[in-house]
């Protein structure tokens, strides 16, 4: 399994983004499942799909910005000039093109939350988020909008009846046919119609030498350079507490697909500009960013330019910090510096595995993401080993893992900093884990132990209560047999020393509520 999951690790290193997402209470069909709640299921997975590709398109976007404001990658970020039209027409329209996913990837997440497993026995907790996490970056976006209109506005309305129809007949065709007259188009600017193509608007009119846009703009305070530092630095501020990890192989979405060689790209060539990059990246940032607004004064009332840089300079870290890795997860996980590796492994035997996985963080401490995709590098599900890899920032989390056929699984476990987990799921419909009132989430740390070295086999029940007997048992490769009855603490927690072995030994484990026999498997190899 550790060489398994070694080769596979670079692959599923190269990826992320800019911004946060939180995870949704889905539910695995029971024993008597009819054909409607099949449909049900097949719908979750196209939902769940859905969700993906928006993530996976935004943190795509959030490549290209950070290559823009890097000169493709010729200068520390922020700190090359004055950006061009174009350049800073690309970065808007990457805004608009993510906000016109707002009404499908809100009703697939509305109806991801529906269907739950909330109310019945053996759920996990559940933690309200993906509605609040796809509101929250929607809500930064129209936001984002929203500011351009105004300033659009600002700067019109300091201006001549004629200056202003010069800015109406300059509109692109494709703007300009929204509107059957000049009149109209104010109205509809004034509105909130044109909020997804306001900052691109207001460039356009900003690099206009035919009106007196520029210069009011600039009397105003309004320079499009401060603008674009702003609006960018806390765009990726914003996503990044949403992350996604795949590879290409795997992505089952078509707009997605570009994303992983830009996170190659990133990887790579963000090396060039900082000679350790790990370590100097957020302050770099900051000091770059804030320099850059300076002391704007936007319309909306004053801009914390500290705080901007400051958020920025850890979200661009944080992807520094993701992407950056070698072939050994041990390894990866000390350049991470505040990661854990979670490997999921599915141990459904009768269908397909899972593999698309969210994690959310229970407890959301602004420490990195508080959610992460991820999905399986691999399409092989008679590989019992198989896993989806998944690094978080230390904390509790709950994961739901889907299978092609829309069955899912929750666990809820504690991610240790600088250790790699193993985490049993599964996504049988018919499976022990839907048994009695407790859902049991089960986990080994390390995930790859070495040769000699001991590992700790934990479970929790859901809801967390003490005194739950918990029966586990070991049998190793090597002959080794153990086994013991405990009980579980406040917090629903009892755990299970075994002691290391030689090397190529395999370790068995099973753990079982005694009350309700519900029973999950966990194995790793030395």
Request: proline share 3%; hydrophobic share 35%; glycine share 8%.
């Amino acid at each position: 399994m550790e060489n398994q999951i070694n080769s596979n690790w670079l692959n599923k290193i190269s990826v992320l983004f800019v911004m946060m997402l939180f995870i949704i209470p889905f539910y695995s069909c029971d024993e008597s499942t009819k054909p409607e709640e099949e449909n049900s299921a097949l719908a979750k997975r196209t939902d769940i799909e859905t969700v993906t590709e928006f993530f996976a398109v935004k943190q795509s976007a959030a490549y290209d910005v950070l290559k823009v404001f890097s000169g493709n990658y010729t200068h520390k970020f922020f700190e090359g000039g004055d950006l061009s039209y174009e350049e800073i027409d690309f970065i808007f329209k990457k805004f608009a093109d993510l906000a016109e996913y707002e009404n499908s990837v809100n009703a697939a997440s509305s109806k991801l939350l529906k269907k739950t497993r909330l109310n019945k026995p053996g759920n996990v907790e559940a933690v309200q988020g993906l509605g609040d996490a796809v509101k929250g970056f929607f809500s930064w976006l129209s936001g984002s909008g929203k500011r351009s209109r105004e300033r659009v506005l600002k700067v019109a309305s300091n201006m001549s009846e004629s200056e202003r129809s010069k800015l109406y007949s300059s509109l692109r065709p494709e703007w300009k046919s929204k509107a059957s007259n000049e009149g109209y188009f104010w109205k509809k600017l004034e509105s909130g119609d044109f909020d997804n193509q306001a900052s691109q608007m207001y460039n356009d009119f900003y690099h206009d030498a035919e009106t007196d846009f520029p210069f009011v703009a600039q009397e105003k305070g309004l320079t499009i350079q401060k603008i674009v530092v702003k609006e960018g630095a806390e765009g990726l501020e914003k996503g990044s507490k949403l992350m996604i990890e795949t590879v290409k192989a795997a992505t089952p979405l078509g707009k997605g697909m570009d994303m992983v060689e830009k996170a190659d790209e990133y990887a790579t060539k963000v090396k060039d500009l900082y000679t350790d990059p790990v370590k100097t990246i957020k302050e770099e940032v900051k000091s770059a960013v804030a320099n850059k607004i300076g002391s704007y004064v936007d319309i909306d009332g004053a801009v914390d330019g500290g705080a901007i840089s400051e958020g920025t300079g850890e979200a661009i870290k944080f992807i520094s910090d993701y992407t950056f890795g070698s072939d050994d997860p041990s390894d990866i996980i000390k350049k991470a510096i505040d990661l854990g590796l979670a490997k999921l492994l599915d141990s459904d035997k009768k269908g397909s595995k899972s593999d698309i996985a969210i994690a959310e963080k229970k407890n959301d401490d602004g420490k990195g993401p508080s959610v992460v995709i991820s999905v399986d590098p691999k399409d092989d599900d008679s590989d019992l080993e198989d896993v989806i890899d998944i690094l978080v920032t230390e904390g509790d989390w709950i994961f739901t893992v889907f299978d092609d056929e829309g069955n899912s699984d929750k666990v809820e476990i504690f991610i240790e900093d600088g250790v790699g987990t193993v985490v049993v799921v599964s996504t049988d419909p018919e499976g022990e884990h839907t048994k009695g009132d407790y859902a049991l989430s089960v986990w080994a740390s390390p995930a790859d132990p070495g040769p000699g070295v001991g590992v700790t086999v934990s479970a929790r029940v859901t809801p967390r209560v003490a005194g739950m007997e918990i029966y586990f048992s070991i049998t190793g490769t090597d002959g080794y047999a153990d086994e013991e009855t405990t009980t579980t603490n406040e917090e629903g927690l009892a755990t299970f020393y075994i002691p290391g072995g030689e090397e190529g030994v395999h370790d068995n484990v099973t753990i079982k509520i005694v009350q309700t026999g519900l029973t999950r498997t966990i194995s790793y190899t030395f």
